[in-house]
């Protein structure tokens, strides 16, 4: 071969959901790729390669060459943070160069302490209940509850509970829902965009009163990431809390949750 090279590079990429095309003219330079890192190694100088298998090592540091840090690997709808490894074979004059690329993946954003984590007790009843101009028309319920930590690690589960105190119709399901809450833009003007990233259903059919209904959801590796906050982009996440009447009546209540990862 003419040599062997390894290239590792790390992007943002970014694009705006189609009711903010258009808004502002801004947005078409701020949702451009922004390059966080871009090396290239030359892993093996010209020689013949033997047949068979050969193993060459080799390593690389990890730093950025500007003043962003590395963010963790995500895999969003508007936004997206990926880091790949690509090696080339060089054959000479009369042959084409061989490529293979892969996705690696980067665990960053990690704080030497835990952050405080405050339980989040909740009471939803219509009373409680958001954007509701007449409460006579809604059946009457009382669910009472908790959501465990609001600054949650982002290697372990969400946990807590609902208790259906009381409830004028049956119960058809109760489920957890993880939103990502994605931010693109800059001074000019931001396009803010919700999506449904897991929907987990934790209880079926009218369940008993007064009896604590567990509440447990894993983050998924790649489609989440630590809480993420720059000039261009936000990454965010909520928790909706989803309950189902018999007669399809929904019953939400919405819950902002900070992602960490904390040093090993």
Do not use: W
């Given at each position: ?168 119709k ?19 003007g ?22 604590p ?52």
């Amino acid at each position: 071969s003419s040599g062997i090279n390894a290239e590792y590079g790390g992007v943002v990429t970014m694009q705006l959901s189609s009711k903010s095309v258009g808004l502002f003219e801004a947005f078409y330079n701020s949702v451009k790729p922004i390059q966080l890192i871009s090396i290239n190694l030359e892993v093996s100088k010209s020689g013949k390669v033997q047949s068979g298998i050969t193993t060459i090592p080799f390593e690389f540091p990890l730093t950025t060459k500007t003043t962003r840090p590395l963010y963790d690997t995500y895999h969003g709808v508007f936004v997206s943070i990926q880091y790949t490894l690509k090696a080339e074979i060089r054959r000479g004059y009369l042959s084409k160069p061989i490529f293979k690329q892969l996705e690696f993946v980067v665990a960053a954003g990690k704080v030497p302490k835990a952050p405080d984590q405050p339980e989040i007790p909740f009471l939803i009843t219509p009373e409680s209940l958001e954007n509701i101009t007449h409460t006579r028309t809604v059946p009457k319920f009382r669910f009472s509850g908790k959501l465990d930590r609001a600054v949650c690690d982002i290697e372990k589960p969400l946990a807590g509970h609902i208790i259906l105190e009381s409830s004028a119709k049956p119960i058809k399901s109760i489920e957890i829902q993880l939103v990502r809450v994605e931010t693109c833009g800059c001074a000019e003007g931001y396009a803010k965009d919700a999506t449904e990233i897991q929907n987990v259903q934790i209880a079926d059919g009218d369940i008993i009163r007064n009896v604590p209904i567990p509440i447990h959801m894993v983050f998924p590796k790649l489609f989440t990431c630590v809480t993420t906050a720059t000039n261009n982009f936000k990454i965010e996440f909520e928790v909706n809390l989803v309950i189902v009447l018999e007669d399809d009546h929904l019953i939400t209540e919405n819950f902002p949750i900070k992602l960490y990862r904390p040093e090993d």
